[in-house]
């Protein structure tokens, strides 16, 4: 009787020791916030509470960077003029060994819903090259191939895409863009010397290397489609690829013969104006190395290429002739390195005054 009496009590004193500890446990859970207005409101007590909290809201934000680039190029642009008929090579005018300098600026900025936008502005001057003019059999006898100095010309380019990220995570970042591109290359020749055997163009003496003999200048327009990535190769190294096709380039060219332009028959009146559609392709990666989260530093390579069809359009140009367009094919070939300097922004909420 005492042992049942003893088992009793230590019940009674067990239930009051854990009905004293309930409510020190169920202060340290969770507190969910009140959706209410006041105590949390449960439909059914004798079940296990199920806690709701508000959906999070996804923050709008945009960040990116700026960069200054120096970009050392070599390029060759070269065209091929045919007869009327378009079924002979009249001739060939091949600029190469264009050293170029430019300065230019680089933009881009992403926003949480995957868009970017990017772009660079730059120009230059192109100090160094040669041009081989070669005109062919039976247009002109015999061969004539003669070699200029070329100095003084000088680059514009520019470019602008609009993206969206397809992969975003902590190592990779593949994008998919669209964009235009703007190209102006200015070229000239000084001087000629005959290398082949023609007796009548630049032979002899030649003309004098202080004298300019032709100016070409020629601007191209191009649409861009491409894909570009970020890939994280360690905490402070990363490499950035970007490759464009350009299914459209739009060719819009002026060629100055300087030593022809004149009032005698067969002169040209003025720059021959030339024309011509194509495609091409542009080429891009960089080594970025970070200094800090916001500072980077890198080094990269570039290459382009363009080509067109079109005419060469003599109508109007010849004096005391009455001439006719001549199909023209140009191809453009730029290539180099570029150091750059980035600041990096952000992420901002968007619509902010940052």
């Known amino acids: 009787m ?10 009674v004193f067990a239930g009051l020791v854990l009905a004293s500890i309930a409510p020190a446990r169920t202060a340290d859970n969770p507190q969910w916030p009140d959706l209410n207005g006041g105590a949390a409101q449960w439909p059914d007590a004798s079940r296990r509470p199920v806690r709701y909290l508000p959906p999070r809201q996804p923050v709008s934000a945009i960040e990116g960077e700026f960069a200054a680039r120096y970009w050392f190029s070599v390029g060759k642009t070269a065209k091929d003029l045919y007869n009327i008929a378009g079924t002979a090579l009249v001739s060939r005018l091949t600029y190469d060994g264009l050293r170029g300098h430019a300065a230019e600026g680089f933009g881009r900025a992403d926003h949480t819903s995957g868009l970017y936008v990017k772009g660079y502005l730059g120009g230059g001057i192109v100090t160094k090259g040669d041009l081989n003019d070669e005109d062919f059999a039976p247009f002109i006898t015999p061969y004539s191939s003669t070699m200029s100095n070329h ?13 969206f990220n397809l992969v975003r995570n ?3 970042r593949v994008g998919a863009f669209a964009g235009y591109h703007y190209f102006q290359e200015q070229v000239s020749a ?17 003309v004098p290397y202080n004298i300019r003999v032709i100016t070409q200048d020629n601007t191209y327009h191009s649409l861009r489609i491409g894909l570009d990535a970020d890939i994280r190769l360690s905490d402070r190294l990363s490499l950035r690829l970007d490759g464009a096709y350009l299914p459209y380039v739009a060719l819009h060219g002026a060629d100055s013969h ?6 005698s028959n067969g002169d040209f009146a003025g720059p ?26 890198a080094v990269g390579g570039r290459y382009w290429h363009l080509e067109t069809k079109g005419d060469t359009h003599f109508e109007g140009n010849v004096i005391g002739f ?23 922004f952000g992420p901002y909420a968007a619509g902010s005054s940052y």
């Open 272 to 297: 021959i104006r030339e024309d011509g559609q194509g495609h091409g392709y542009q080429l891009e990666a960089a080594l970025n190395y970070a200094v800090d989260r916001n500072v980077s530093f």
């Open 2 to 11: 005492a042992r049942t009496k003893g088992f009793i009590a230590g019940c």
């Open 322 to 344: 009455t001439a006719s367009p001549q199909p023209v094919e140009w191809k453009s070939d730029i290539y180099g390195v570029f150091v750059q300097g980035s600041f990096r």
């Open 151 to 163: 100095k003084d010309g000088q680059m514009l380019y520019g470019s602008v895409d609009l993206g």
């Open 258 to 263: 300087w030593l022809r332009i004149g009032t």
């Open 190 to 206: 000084y001087g000629c010397t005959q290398v082949a055997a023609n007796p009548s163009v630049c032979a002899g003496a030649g």
């Open 170 to 172: 902590h190592n990779i």
